[in-house]
């Protein structure tokens, strides 16, 4: 059985900071691309930060550059995202996943969670 479990989301005002974390289990992160994508009701996901599985390296969307960042514990089989600056564009669900492919993980994810709420708001 694998499976993804989001925690962290809240109420934030703008220009705050929230730490969102995932916990796996099932499988190893170490053998996927992981990272995050968020999505609103009746809209389509959004990529937010992948790592990917064959270079390792962080890739996030323009809308979260220089203000999210993703960190990884694979002996807790973790991960987690570290948002400051928040506006309220960023008021969404949350979601952690897991994908052959980064270019996969924001569209068709293999696994993912059940997503944790960020509301930023005054």
């Known amino acids: 059985q694998e499976q993804m479990v989001e925690s962290g989301g809240g109420l934030v005002q703008p220009g705050g900071s929230l730490r969102l974390s995932c916990a796996g289990s099932?499988?190893?992160?170490?053998?996927?691309?992981i990272g995050w994508f968020r999505q609103a009701p009746g809209k389509t996901r959004e990529a937010v930060v992948c790592i990917s599985s064959d270079d390792r390296l962080a890739y996030y969307g323009d809308a979260v550059k220089d203000r999210f960042s993703i960190w990884v514990d694979a002996a807790k089989n973790s991960l987690g995202l570290h948002m400051k600056d928040l506006k309220a564009d960023d008021t969404t669900v949350y979601y952690c996943a897991a994908d052959q492919s980064c270019r996969i993980l924001a569209s068709e994810p293999t696994f993912w969670g059940q997503g944790t709420q960020v509301t930023v708001s005054a």
């Open positions: 099932g499988f190893r992160f170490d053998d996927y691309s």
